[in-house]
């Protein structure tokens, strides 16, 4: 197996373990911070930020170059149109199914298999946008 | 404010940190998750969107990081989860028109809760603070009318 694969497995078995730790695997816990009940996913979004903001901002200043290759290079995108029309009807599909694309995915290793559903959604979402709006 | 308390939060955010910082120390790479659907796709559709390099060179690696989330998921439930397997009562046609539009929205918006709402804020990208503040004010907008209309 690549290396690459192997720590891209691994990270992603310590992000959905986060995942479910932190109740984001559950649509109702998302749902009650929609609904202003329960801020904690507020408070995960930071717990996960600081550690993030750390490896992409002050990390590079000692080290030149990620330890396996590659390069440090942030994650930028262009804000355009698209991004803030694609970022409402996100948020709709968010409220209405409690699901976004890493908390489906870790939802299902849970045992909520009707997140299988939602993935399934997911896939045919993602290709009517790219068959006929880009 | 904080009805379950603080701690699995905390823990479960600074483990999703971990993974990101991980995985980015190691490889570069961000480790994000609304690309997955397109790149898979890319094995199956052969227009140019779906065939772009970006897709290409990250398919493979999205893969194994969607099967890792899901066994780091299952992992938790098997150990420490107080509550074991769970399954939501949310109705099925919720998660299926919601879902849709997650991924149509997500991949307009090249970016979901973990592209924009980690890698990109703590990439300090302003386009990634605007995606974030306005999927979360509609997931709120639309919770609520739900609430109103009784759903």
Redesign the interface.
């Known amino acids: 197996m690549k290396q690459q694969n192997i720590v891209l497995f691994i990270g992603g078995i310590i992000f959905g373990f986060g995942l479910a730790y932190g109740n984001m695997s559950k649509p109702e816990i998302v749902l009650s911070f929609l609904q202003r009940t329960d801020f904690g996913l507020a408070v995960l979004m930071a717990a996960g930020f600081a550690f993030a903001f750390v490896a992409i901002n002050i990390v590079p200043r000692f080290i030149d170059k990620p330890i396996l290759g590659g390069e440090f290079k942030r994650r930028e995108r262009t804000l355009g149109k698209n991004t803030i029309i694609g970022a409402i009807v996100f948020g709709v599909g968010w409220g209405l199914s409690g699901l976004c694309p890493g908390a489906a995915i870790s939802s299902v290793g849970v045992g909520n298999l009707p997140a299988l559903a939602g993935i399934a959604a997911m896939f045919l979402g993602a290709y009517v946008m790219g068959r006929y709006f880009s | ?4 308390g ?1 701690t ?27 690309t ?3 790149s ?2 890319s094995y199956f ?1 052969k ?1 140019p ?2 065939q772009r390099e970006t897709n290409l060179k990250s398919r ?3 893969l ?14 098997l150990t ?2 107080p509550d ?7 109705p ?1 046609w ?35 603070v ?3 503040l ?11 009318i ?2 109103v209309l009784g759903i």
Request: one cysteine or more.
């Open positions: 404010m904080f009805p379950l603080l699995s939060y905390i823990i479960g955010g600074a483990f999703i940190g971990l993974a990101v910082a991980f995985v980015y120390i190691l490889t570069g790479i961000h480790a994000t998750q609304s997955f659907f397109t898979t796709l559709v227009r969107y779906f493979e690696w999205r194994f990081f969607a099967a890792g989330v899901m066994l780091g998921a299952l992992i938790y439930t420490i989860s074991g397997f769970w399954v939501t009562s949310i099925l919720r998660l299926i028109v919601g879902g849709f539009l997650v991924g149509f929205g997500t991949r307009l918006s090249s970016g979901c809760t973990s592209g924009h709402g980690i890698s990109g804020v703590a990439s300090l990208s302003t386009t990634s605007y995606a974030v306005t999927f979360i004010a509609t997931g709120m907008i639309t919770v609520y739900l609430g």
